[in-house]
């Protein structure tokens, strides 16, 4: 799938669940922004190769490839991975993280 798409896809799964929360927002007011693993330093070497980078996600511990950059700390490595749209669990599990 391509990148816009994903992208569409992920606005209209949150608009779906506005309601909930408002605007989508973690509690300090930042909207969550979900961005590759492997846009991180630390995955450099796997972008290179052609592979992508996993970690767990926070929400259904199934391996990840995307992060939300708000929530995480990169220079701490306390990296909030989730499950990306084209997943199984993707829209569940971005769903979750927003609402948290």
Do not use: W
Not at 25 to 46: E, I, M, S, T, V
Not at 64 to 75: H, L
Request: hydrophobic fraction near 30%; include cysteine.
């Amino acid at each position: 799938a391509s990148e816009t798409g994903l992208k569409t896809k992920l606005k209209t799964t949150l608009a779906k669940h506005s309601s909930d929360r408002i605007d989508n927002c973690d509690a300090r007011g930042l909207p969550h922004d979900f961005q590759p693993l492997n846009a991180l330093p630390q995955y450099a070497g796997k972008k290179k190769h052609g592979t992508r980078a996993l970690r767990r996600c926070s929400n259904c511990l199934s391996l990840a490839s995307y992060y939300c950059t708000v929530c995480s700390n990169v220079e701490q490595d306390k990296i909030v991975s989730v499950c990306g749209l084209a997943s199984k669990r993707g829209s569940e599990c971005i769903v979750k993280h927003t609402l948290l």
